[in-house]
């Protein structure tokens, strides 16, 4: 079985000030992992995934997430944040025996404080 | 591409009614999940179709709940005799898989269930 933990369920962080936001999963197999954002009343949208190949991948919009297969790790880093980032994070695997499932951490809530 | 759309938005209904949800996914998608997600928890898994086959469910889909794809297109998620347990977001999602590799998921807005 997976499961996935994000250790803070709330991270305040001041405008343009760096964040991370931590994930740490458990797996019998190899994965592929996740970063879902859910800005208020708004529905998941995909930040960046990992799939294979360069364990640094990045989105769009100045976020990066690192894969450290030795501590199980998917951290999400932002080296400033914006107001616009205020939203709910989420880390999700898809075991790569399972193509047809995702498992959801319980989120991490980012305030961006002015 | 407009996306996976769900209706209603939001759906305020007494104990006891029947409730029915759609989901209509991105138009190539052969696959289409739904998920449940209450207040501090992320997504919680509750079905899935590959086209219009139910490939599997939840425990925590009960007998309540029931879900159709009739035609392997949008989908339609029913909630009978509702509880106030029942009250969440329920979220549609779909993708689009041929053959392995990564199930990249593409979730709807959610519709907000309130059962007073």
């Known amino acids: 079985a997976q499961s996935v933990t994000q250790l803070d369920s709330q991270v305040p962080v001041f405008e343009e000030a760096p964040v991370e936001l931590r994930c740490n999963y458990s797996s019998s197999v190899s994965v592929y992992l996740f970063w879902y954002v859910q800005y208020p009343n708004q529905g998941l949208q995909l930040l960046l995934k990992?799939?294979?190949?360069?364990?640094l991948v990045k989105s769009i919009n100045g976020f990066e997430a690192e894969f450290n297969k030795s501590q199980t790790s998917f951290h999400l880093r932002k080296p400033s944040v914006h107001i616009s980032d205020t939203a709910e994070y989420f880390c999700?695997?898809?075991?790569?025996?399972?193509?047809?499932?995702?498992?959801f951490g319980k989120g991490t809530r980012l305030h961006i404080l002015p | 591409d407009t996306g996976v759309s769900q209706d209603p938005r939001h759906k305020i209904t007494k104990r006891g009614q029947n409730v029915t949800f759609r989901c209509d996914p991105i138009?190539?998608?052969?696959?289409l999940y739904w998920y449940r997600q209450t207040l501090g928890q992320g997504p919680e898994f509750l079905t899935y179709f590959q086209n219009e086959a139910q490939l599997e469910k939840s425990r925590l889909l009960s007998d309540r709940f029931s879900a159709e794809r009739p035609k392997g297109s949008f989908s339609t998620l029913e909630i009978q005799r509702t509880e106030q347990g029942d009250s969440a977001m329920y979220l549609c999602?779909?993708?689009?898989?041929?053959?392995?590799?990564?199930?990249?998921?593409?979730f709807g807005p959610g519709t907000r269930l309130t059962v007073l």
């Open positions: 999700a695997v898809n075991p790569m025996n399972r193509d047809d499932k995702i498992i």
């Open positions: 990992y799939l294979s190949g360069s364990t």
């Open positions: 999602a779909s993708s689009l898989v041929a053959g392995a590799g990564a199930d990249t998921q593409y």
């Open positions: 138009s190539e998608h052969n696959r």
